[in-house]
C-alpha cells in the first residue's frame, strides 16, 4: 500500500503550545502522585484521548469544570486550549489556584472580539457547535462585555447557529421580535471557510448590515485545503485524531463530501478492515494530534504491500 501524507496536518500552533506549557507545568512537580496542590486542567487541555493519557502520566489530572472543589490553594490550574468563561476564570481564582492561560491565541482573539461587539451593543452570532468548549466560553466574553456597559446581558444579545438553516431561522425570528439591530457574526476557529459564509448570507437575508468577522484559524484552512488537493490523488482517506475534535470531525466530513471512502481513528487499532482494499491511501489528522500517534497509523497502513491483504501485525 503507498500512503500519501496530506501537506499539513497534526498539531496546530494552539494545540502544541497548551502541550507545552503544561508539560512545563508538570516539571515542576516534586514527583507524578507526590505530595503537594496538584496540577489540573480546566476540563480536557485539548480534545485527543492519547495526549490527555501522556499529561496523566506526567501528574496532570483533569477537573470538571461543574464540579470543582471548593478549595484549590496552591494548586496550579491550567486553562484549556479552548478557554473558559469569565466567570468560571475568576470562580478557579477565588478558589486560591494558581492560573496558567493555555487559550489558544486564536481563540483569545475571538474572546475579546465578541466582548467589544457587545459592549458596543451589536447582537452577537456564534457559528459553531452549542456545547463545544470554545463557543461556551466565548458566550460569557459576550455577557462580560453587556457588563461593562452597566447594564445586564440580556438574554437574547447572543445566539449560537450549527448550520445555515438555523442561522436563517434564527435571525428571521430575531428580526421579528426586535426588528432591525446592528448584528456580528463570529464563527469558531475550527468551522470551514464555505459553511461560514453561507451562514453569514442566510442572515444578511434579514440583517443586511451584518458585520462577518474573520476569525478562523489560519490553521484550520490550511488542513482543509490541504486534505481536498490529498482527495484528488487517493482511493481513500485515514483522519487521525480524538472523535471529540471538532476539527478532526469537520476533516472527515471534507473527505466523504470529496466522494471517497474516509474513516476516523484515533489510534492504528482502530484502522478499519476495508482500508486494506485501497493501494494508495490518504492520511490526514486533526489539529490536536499528536506526530507520534500520525506516525504510528502510517507504519502500520505501509506494513501491507499489497491491496486486500491486512499485516498480521495491525
Known amino acids: 500500500m503507498k ?34 496542590p496538584g496540577i489540573f486542567t480546566i476540563g ?8 490527555l493519557e501522556v499529561l496523566s502520566a506526567r501528574g496532570i489530572s483533569v477537573l470538571d469544570e461543574d464540579k470543582l472543589p471548593s478549595g484549590l490553594e496552591g ?45 458596543s451593543g451589536y447582537h452577537v452570532f456564534l457559528a459553531g457547535e452549542r456545547r463545544h468548549g470554545e463557543i461556551i466560553g466565548i458566550q460569557g466574553y459576550v455577557e462580560q462585555g453587556y457588563g461593562e456597559r452597566g447594564a445586564a446581558c440580556p438574554a437574547s444579545s447572543c445566539t449560537v447557529v450549527a448550520g445555515v438553516e438555523e ?50 484559524c489560519g490553521a484550520t484552512r490550511d488542513r482543509q485545503e490541504a486534505l481536498r488537493e490529498l482527495c484528488a490523488g487517493v482511493e481513500a482517506v485515514i483522519i487521525a485524531g480524538g472523535r471529540e475534535s471538532a476539527n478532526t470531525r469537520r476533516l472527515l466530513a471534507i473527505a466523504r463530501n470529496s466522494g471517497v471512502p474516509a474513516w476516523l481513528v484515533e489510534t492504528q487499532a482502530d484502522l ?13 489528522a486533526g489539529a490536536s494530534t499528536p506526530d507520534s500517534i500520525i506516525m504510528d497509523i502510517e507504519r502500520a497502513l505501509t506494513f501491507s504491500p499489497l491491496p486486500g491483504k491486512k499485516p498480521e501485525c495491525v
Open 272 to 284: 478499519p478492515e476495508e482500508i486494506w482494499n485501497y493501494a494508495v491511501v490518504g492520511l490526514s
Open 75 to 119: 494548586a496550579v490550574l491550567i486553562v484549556r486550549a479552548h478557554g473558559i468563561t469569565p466567570g468560571l476564570e475568576e470562580s478557579l481564582r477565588k478558589r486560591g489556584g494558581r492560573l496558567v492561560d493555555a487559550t489558544c491565541p486564536h481563540v483569545r482573539s475571538s474572546q475579546m472580539k465578541a466582548k467589544q461587539l457587545a459592549g
Open 3 to 36: 500512503v500519501l501524507r496530506a501537506r499539513v496536518l497534526g498539531f496546530c500552533m494552539g494545540v502544541r503550545r497548551a502541550m507545552d506549557m503544561a508539560v512545563s507545568e508538570a516539571r515542576l512537580l516534586p514527583d507524578a502522585g507526590g505530595p503537594g
Open 44 to 51: 480536557p487541555l485539548i480534545h485527543n484521548p492519547q495526549a
Open 167 to 216: 442561522a436563517e431561522e434564527a435571525a428571521r425570528l430575531l428580526r421579528e421580535r426586535q426588528g432591525d439591530l446592528p448584528c456580528a457574526l463570529l464563527a469558531q476557529t475550527t468551522i470551514s471557510p464555505e459553511e461560514y459564509e453561507k451562514i453569514g448570507g442566510a442572515i444578511r437575508n434579514y440583517f443586511p448590515s451584518l458585520m462577518i468577522v474573520n476569525t478562523i
